[in-house]
């Protein structure tokens, strides 16, 4: 999983606050996924992107998330207004175009709302 | 709907043992890519081993291997030899959907803990 990058690595937020998470794929990666972990349990997709383009966003929740991945930079997944529920690891993947059996998670961002 | 079953919430296996951790799932679809990945105690996930539903032959990593019964709709991990850093939670995945994408469903997850 070395190269997909991830920061920070904890955040603490206050309720209503911003949470912003950046995600940087490993080199060659064009597509990008979010994904959840609440405590003790597995992770859950989010959201699927590509260069300018949601490609699949079933699994994001319908307010305060939002998440792009901009030509130039990071991948970026924004929590609007937080609350003590939202806090959970999340975890960014990348991929090459093609192949989908060589997928990479980064370390993770552990967002703690206080 | 897919689904992915890790029975086992805790194992517990001696140095030097083999280890099988169990994952079954569910898929209506031919075309399918089942992932075991690793998350210890620091967090990240680590990527161990891929096997596609029609690979012919049972995927191996070093010691990792897994043991895919297709009939049986299982893919379950062993690991030989086990190390004490082997101690960790690990995933059992299924990709999700037509397309050869990312988006995966996960299992619960097994923790293992290896002995001394």
């Known amino acids: 999983n070395a190269g997909v990058m991830q920061n920070p690595r904890h955040l603490v937020r206050r309720r209503g606050q911003e949470a912003r998470l950046r995600c940087s794929p490993m080199?060659?990666?064009?597509?990008v996924y979010w994904y959840r972990q609440l405590p003790e349990e597995g992770l859950k997709f989010m959201v699927y992107?590509?260069?300018?383009?949601?490609?699949?966003e079933s699994g994001m929740p319908k307010e305060r998330f939002s998440a792009e991945f901009p030509k130039e930079g990071p991948s970026i997944l924004r929590i609007q207004q937080v609350v003590r529920g939202d806090s959970a690891a999340y975890f960014c993947?990348?991929?090459?175009?093609?192949?989908?059996?060589?997928?990479?998670f980064g370390e993770g961002s552990w967002l703690t709302v206080v | 709907a897919q689904k992915i079953t890790q029975t086992q919430p805790g194992m517990f296996v001696q140095e030097k043992e083999a280890v099988t951790l169990d994952c079954t799932y569910d898929?209506?679809?031919?075309?399918?890519?089942l992932f075991w990945y690793k998350q210890p105690s620091s967090g990240e996930m680590i990527f161990l081993i891929y096997?596609?539903?029609?690979?012919?032959q049972n995927a191996t990593e070093g010691r990792y291997s897994l043991n895919f019964q297709k009939a049986r709709k299982s893919a379950n991990l062993v690991i030989s030899a086990s190390q004490l850093g082997d101690s960790a939670m690990y995933f059992c995945?299924?990709?999700?959907?037509?397309?050869?994408?990312?988006?995966?469903?996960f299992g619960q997850g097994t923790t293992l803990q290896v002995k001394p």
């Open positions: 992107l590509q260069k300018e383009n949601i490609i699949d």
């Open positions: 898929t209506s679809d031919q075309s399918y890519g």
């Open positions: 993947a990348s991929s090459p175009g093609i192949s989908g059996n060589t997928i990479y």
């Open positions: 080199k060659g990666h064009s597509h």
């Open positions: 096997q596609g539903s029609y690979d012919e």
């Open positions: 995945a299924m990709r999700e959907g037509a397309g050869n994408t990312g988006k995966l469903i």
